[in-house]
């Protein structure tokens, strides 16, 4: 397998943003960059920069785009991709599901397989505010930067949303726990959970937690023990290896066990929890 020139690196967010940053993803590739960099459902929404043109499809549609600054929702029929050619600089801050509309207003609905590019992004906080990152900034300036605009955009607290305490609870079973179940600790119907859940965060409630439960699966994936995938896959809930399999390829359009034998190092870094640190 032909060794990637990208090279990804994680950073932690500010203290003051924990609660809102879950952490910082950074990717850099030099002129002799050649490759497609898939982009897969992790359960959490993005604020993004990009110094260099870039190139997306989406399913059957490509869009070619100077602009630089993206914020991404949750994907549910999409499976997009960078086609990167050349030089690739790009900083992400990984936002937990509702700071999109903490942050600018906008509901999870709306970001669905979809992303807001620059002029709507200048609309929402203002040319003066987002223009502050500059070419010759490092990443960790940009990180640093970009934390700043979303520190001034969350200036007012924001509301204590129900949905809070129910994302709390998705990533405390990492994805395993009945709707009904987290109605009756919600103190909620269930339909009213589900309909707020598919309004703010942007997909069904069902599918986000297995993509969630897929997540927290991921994370044995580098280890390349077989035995110890498929019994994390049945422990969150996965019922079979077949309906672990199946849903692996649908996501990653690869088998586990061809991805163990060729791992993609985008998606094991992006994928996973690792605590890595750019150099």
């Known amino acids: 397998m032909k060794r990637s020139n990208l090279q990804h690196s994680i950073l932690q967010p500010r203290n003051e943003l924990k609660q809102y940053v879950r952490r910082i993803l950074i990717t850099h590739g030099d002129d002799n960059t050649d490759e497609i960099m898939p982009i897969v459902p992790t359960g959490f929404a ?13 399913n059957e ?6 602009d630089k ?22 900083v992400g801050l990984e936002l ?25 992004l200048y609309e929402l906080v203002g040319r003066d505010t987002i223009d502050r990152v500059e070419k010759q900034d ?3 300036i940009v990180a640093e930067k970009l934390q700043l605009i ?17 994302l709390e609870e998705i990533y405390a079973s990492r994805g395993n726990i009945p709707v009904n179940e987290l109605a009756e600790r919600l103190d909620i119907s269930e339909r009213s959970l589900r309909r707020q859940f598919k309004e703010y965060v942007g997909i ?35 019922y079979d290896h077949a309906h672990f399999i199946n849903f692996f390829t649908e996501l990653l359009g690869t088998s586990p066990q061809k991805f163990i034998n060729n791992p993609d190092d985008f998606l094991l870094t992006y994928l996973s929890n690792a605590k890595q640190k750019i150099e």
């Open 46 to 58: 993005y604020l993004t920069y990009s110094r260099y043109p870039v190139m997306f499809s989406y």
């Open 61 to 66: 549609r490509n869009i070619s785009t100077d």
């Open 69 to 90: 600054y993206y914020l991404v929702g949750q994907l549910e029929h999409e499976k997009p991709a960078f086609s990167i050619k050349g030089k690739f600089f790009h």
């Open 96 to 120: 937990y599901p509702l700071v999109p509309f903490y942050a600018f207003g906008i509901t999870g609905e709306k970001l669905t397989d979809t992303g807001l590019i620059s002029n709507p």
């Open 138 to 140: 490092s990443a960790e």
């Open 150 to 166: 979303l520190v001034e955009l969350l200036r007012k607290p924001p509301l204590q949303f129900l949905l809070e305490k129910c």
């Open 204 to 238: 069904g409630i069902k599918k986000y937690e297995k993509t969630i439960q897929f997540n927290s699966v991921f994370e044995t994936i580098s280890n390349g023990n077989h035995e110890e995938i498929y019994r994390m896959a049945l422990e969150h809930g996965f």
